[in-house]
C-alpha cells in the first residue's frame, strides 16, 4: 500500500514539474462564425474580429496574428477588416510568455448583395439583352452614368467603363454577374446572365 501510494505522489511529481517546466499552452479564442451581406455591392463587406477572449492559464500572452492562408492580417487582438465576397477561414495564433502557442479559427462569410433592383423596368436605364452573350446594351436617357462595373458572383469587378452605351463582354465566361451603375445620386444593381 505505502508502494502504491509513493509511487502515485511520484508521478503526481512529475507531472508538476513538467508542467512548470513546459507551461501549459494557451487557449486561443477568435469568436463565433461570422455570416454577413455586402449591402451596397461594392463587393466587400467589414468584419470585426475579436481575440481578447483567449486566455493562458500558466501566464499572459504576448502577442496575436491573425492570418488567412499565407497572408498575414492583423497582430492585434481586435481588429476590423474588410473581406471580399465569399468564404473566408481565418486563423488566430496566440502566443504566451513560455512561447506556448495556441490556435483557433474563424469562418468569414460575405454574400453577395440580394436586393438587386431590377433596371429592366426603370425608364431612365436600360440593360438589353439579359441573357446576353457579346455585348450589353445601356440605354441611359438624360441618366449621366458616372461609372458601370461587371461584377462576378465572388464579387471581383471584372469590367469598368466610365460613360458607354455598349460594353464588350467577349471575355466574360458562361455565368451570373452583377451590373453595377453608379449615377450621380444612386447606386442601381442588376442581376445579369452571361449564356
Known amino acids: 500500500m505505502k508502494t502504491k501510494t509513493l509511487i502515485f505522489l511520484i508521478s503526481l511529481l512529475y507531472i ?15 469568436g463565433a462564425d461570422q ?5 451596397d455591392g461594392n463587393g466587400s463587406e467589414s468584419a470585426f474580429l475579436d481575440g481578447s477572449s483567449s486566455l493562458d492559464a500558466d501566464g499572459t500572452i504576448v502577442s496575436y496574428l491573425w492570418t488567412e492562408g499565407t497572408n498575414q492580417l492583423s497582430t492585434s487582438d481586435t481588429v476590423t477588416l474588410d473581406f471580399t465576397v ?10 504566451d510568455n513560455d512561447g506556448l502557442t495556441g490556435v483557433d479559427t474563424v469562418i468569414i462569410t460575405v454574400n453577395a448583395v440580394t436586393n438587386t433592383i431590377n433596371i429592366q423596368n426603370n425608364n431612365l436605364i436600360s440593360i438589353y439583352p439579359n441573357p446576353f452573350n457579346n455585348y450589353i446594351n445601356i440605354e441611359n436617357n438624360n441618366v449621366k452614368i458616372i461609372e458601370l462595373s461587371i461584377i462576378d458572383i465572388n464579387g471581383k469587378v471584372i ?17 451570373i454577374y452583377f451590373c453595377k451603375i453608379k449615377t450621380s445620386n444612386t447606386i442601381i444593381v442588376n442581376k445579369l446572365i452571361k449564356q
Open 16 to 30: 508538476t514539474l513538467a508542467k512548470a517546466q513546459y507551461g501549459i499552452e494557451p487557449t486561443a479564442v477568435a
Open 35 to 39: 455570416n454577413l451581406t455586402d449591402n
Open 86 to 95: 465569399g468564404t473566408h477561414t481565418v486563423v488566430l495564433t496566440v502566443e
Open 159 to 175: 469590367l469598368q467603363s466610365k460613360n458607354c452605351n455598349k460594353l464588350n463582354t467577349e471575355k466574360l465566361r458562361a455565368g
